[in-house]
């Protein structure tokens, strides 16, 4: 075993997560993770595979044979999902060609082939299970509105299905990314991909917002986080406060209603994309509201009529299946701010 080439191979990896990925490709924590993670990951199937310690691990191994039993090890011995497998290859062979860039030229061929590993096949993707609106009336009445910790859980829950936003979207809210005017809320989203979107919420959860604010944000810090830790000061609600908010309401729905579905963080989204759906707003415009990122889904979008794409919100926030208690849309005659929100 070349030492020198075993602590190339581990700087390289440091410097790849640590400076390249965040300051040079400016991307999200969330690909840092899913990156560190990936690596990680194949460092362990070495040991456990090879019977070897981390200080036996070279960039020798860095090949496109030992990752194809890496995904055959994640699927037969971890039971990962073949989504999650492809994840793993994917963050892989990207590290691949950082690496290609750098490593000694002895290692070039054999880590450019890194990148014809082949993805398992996924299943056919099934429709997201959602929540009817009886059944998002009867979760937002499970809180008690007059304790205070349910009052939170409350405006956690009616925002993340107004807005439509993903949990860790909601959860890295700070005052300063919220204006509100009157009647009118704007969320200021860091999405995906370190990508930015305006969202517009409703004048009734604008209410429950400035009532929350004014409870739990007495001196409007505008750095602070909007929903926080209660045991660490300073830092935004963790990933599995949410998810316990989501069970004990739909528990406590279920305990009433014995056939009340299962409610989780991303359900919430599901449901608020399918109320848009069945208010026959184009699938391609649903996308762009949520923030998925997809060239042709923007295409399509950047073409639609501003009066289609009013009429649609319109239709998904007061129709007949409304939630939210009907009342005059305050961008309804602005074009100029219907333009602006959308980015015409």
């Given at each position: 075993m070349k030492n020198v080439i075993d602590l190339i191979f581990f700087e390289l990896i440091r410097e790849y997560l640590c400076n390249y990925l965040t300051n040079?490709?400016?991307?999200?924590?969330?690909?840092?993770?899913?990156?560190r993670d990936s690596i990680n990951e194949f460092i362990n199937f070495?040991?456990?595979?090879?019977?070897?310690?981390?200080?036996?691990i070279s960039i020798e191994q860095f090949t496109e044979k030992e990752i194809c039993k890496f995904g055959n090890w994640l699927i037969e011995t971890k039971h990962n999902l073949p989504s999650t497998v492809n994840l793993r290859i994917s963050r892989l062979q990207a590290f691949a060609k950082y690496l290609v860039q750098y490593c000694p030229v002895e290692f070039v061929s054999q880590i450019s082939r890194v990148s014809e590993v082949n993805?398992?096949?996924?299943?056919?993707?099934?429709?997201?299970k959602s929540l009817t609106i009886e059944e998002m009336k009867i979760l937002f009445?499970?809180?008690?509105?007059?304790?205070?910790?349910?009052?939170?859980?409350y405006c956690l829950m009616t925002l993340m299905y107004d807005s439509a936003c993903r949990d860790n979207e909601i959860r890295s809210l700070k005052l300063k990314h919220i204006t509100i005017e009157g009647s009118i809320?704007?969320?200021?989203?860091?999405g995906k991909g370190n990508k930015t979107r305006l969202t517009p919420i409703t004048e009734d959860v604008v209410k429950i917002l400035e009532k929350y604010i004014a409870i739990f944000h007495p001196n409007r810090n505008p750095d602070d986080y909007l929903f926080f830790s209660n045991t660490k000061k300073g830092t935004k609600m963790s990933n599995d406060n949410t998810l316990r908010i989501m069970k004990k309401y739909s528990l406590r729905a279920k305990a009433t209603y014995p056939s009340f579905p299962h409610v989780h963080n991303h359900r919430l989204r599901h449901a608020r994309a399918q109320n848009l759906y069945d208010a026959n707003m184009p699938l391609p415009m649903v996308s762009k509201l949520l923030g998925h990122s997809n060239i042709d889904t923007t295409q399509i979008y950047s073409v639609a009529s501003v009066e289609k794409k009013k009429e649609a919100i319109e239709k998904a926030m007061f129709g007949v299946n409304s939630i939210i208690q009907k009342e005059e849309l305050w961008y309804e005659k602005d074009?100029?701010?219907?333009k602006h929100l959308y980015g015409l």
């Amino acid at each position: 075993m070349k030492n020198v080439i075993d602590l190339i191979f581990f700087e390289l990896i440091r410097e790849y997560l640590c400076n390249y990925l965040t300051n040079v490709r400016k991307r999200s924590l969330c690909t840092v993770k899913t990156s560190r993670d990936s690596i990680n990951e194949f460092i362990n199937f070495l040991q456990e595979i090879y019977s070897i310690t981390i200080f036996e691990i070279s960039i020798e191994q860095f090949t496109e044979k030992e990752i194809c039993k890496f995904g055959n090890w994640l699927i037969e011995t971890k039971h990962n999902l073949p989504s999650t497998v492809n994840l793993r290859i994917s963050r892989l062979q990207a590290f691949a060609k950082y690496l290609v860039q750098y490593c000694p030229v002895e290692f070039v061929s054999q880590i450019s082939r890194v990148s014809e590993v082949n993805k398992f096949p996924e299943p056919k993707s099934k429709l997201p299970k959602s929540l009817t609106i009886e059944e998002m009336k009867i979760l937002f009445s499970m809180p008690n509105q007059n304790k205070k910790l349910e009052f939170r859980d409350y405006c956690l829950m009616t925002l993340m299905y107004d807005s439509a936003c993903r949990d860790n979207e909601i959860r890295s809210l700070k005052l300063k990314h919220i204006t509100i005017e009157g009647s009118i809320g704007i969320l200021r989203i860091h999405g995906k991909g370190n990508k930015t979107r305006l969202t517009p919420i409703t004048e009734d959860v604008v209410k429950i917002l400035e009532k929350y604010i004014a409870i739990f944000h007495p001196n409007r810090n505008p750095d602070d986080y909007l929903f926080f830790s209660n045991t660490k000061k300073g830092t935004k609600m963790s990933n599995d406060n949410t998810l316990r908010i989501m069970k004990k309401y739909s528990l406590r729905a279920k305990a009433t209603y014995p056939s009340f579905p299962h409610v989780h963080n991303h359900r919430l989204r599901h449901a608020r994309a399918q109320n848009l759906y069945d208010a026959n707003m184009p699938l391609p415009m649903v996308s762009k509201l949520l923030g998925h990122s997809n060239i042709d889904t923007t295409q399509i979008y950047s073409v639609a009529s501003v009066e289609k794409k009013k009429e649609a919100i319109e239709k998904a926030m007061f129709g007949v299946n409304s939630i939210i208690q009907k009342e005059e849309l305050w961008y309804e005659k602005d074009e100029t701010t219907i333009k602006h929100l959308y980015g015409l």
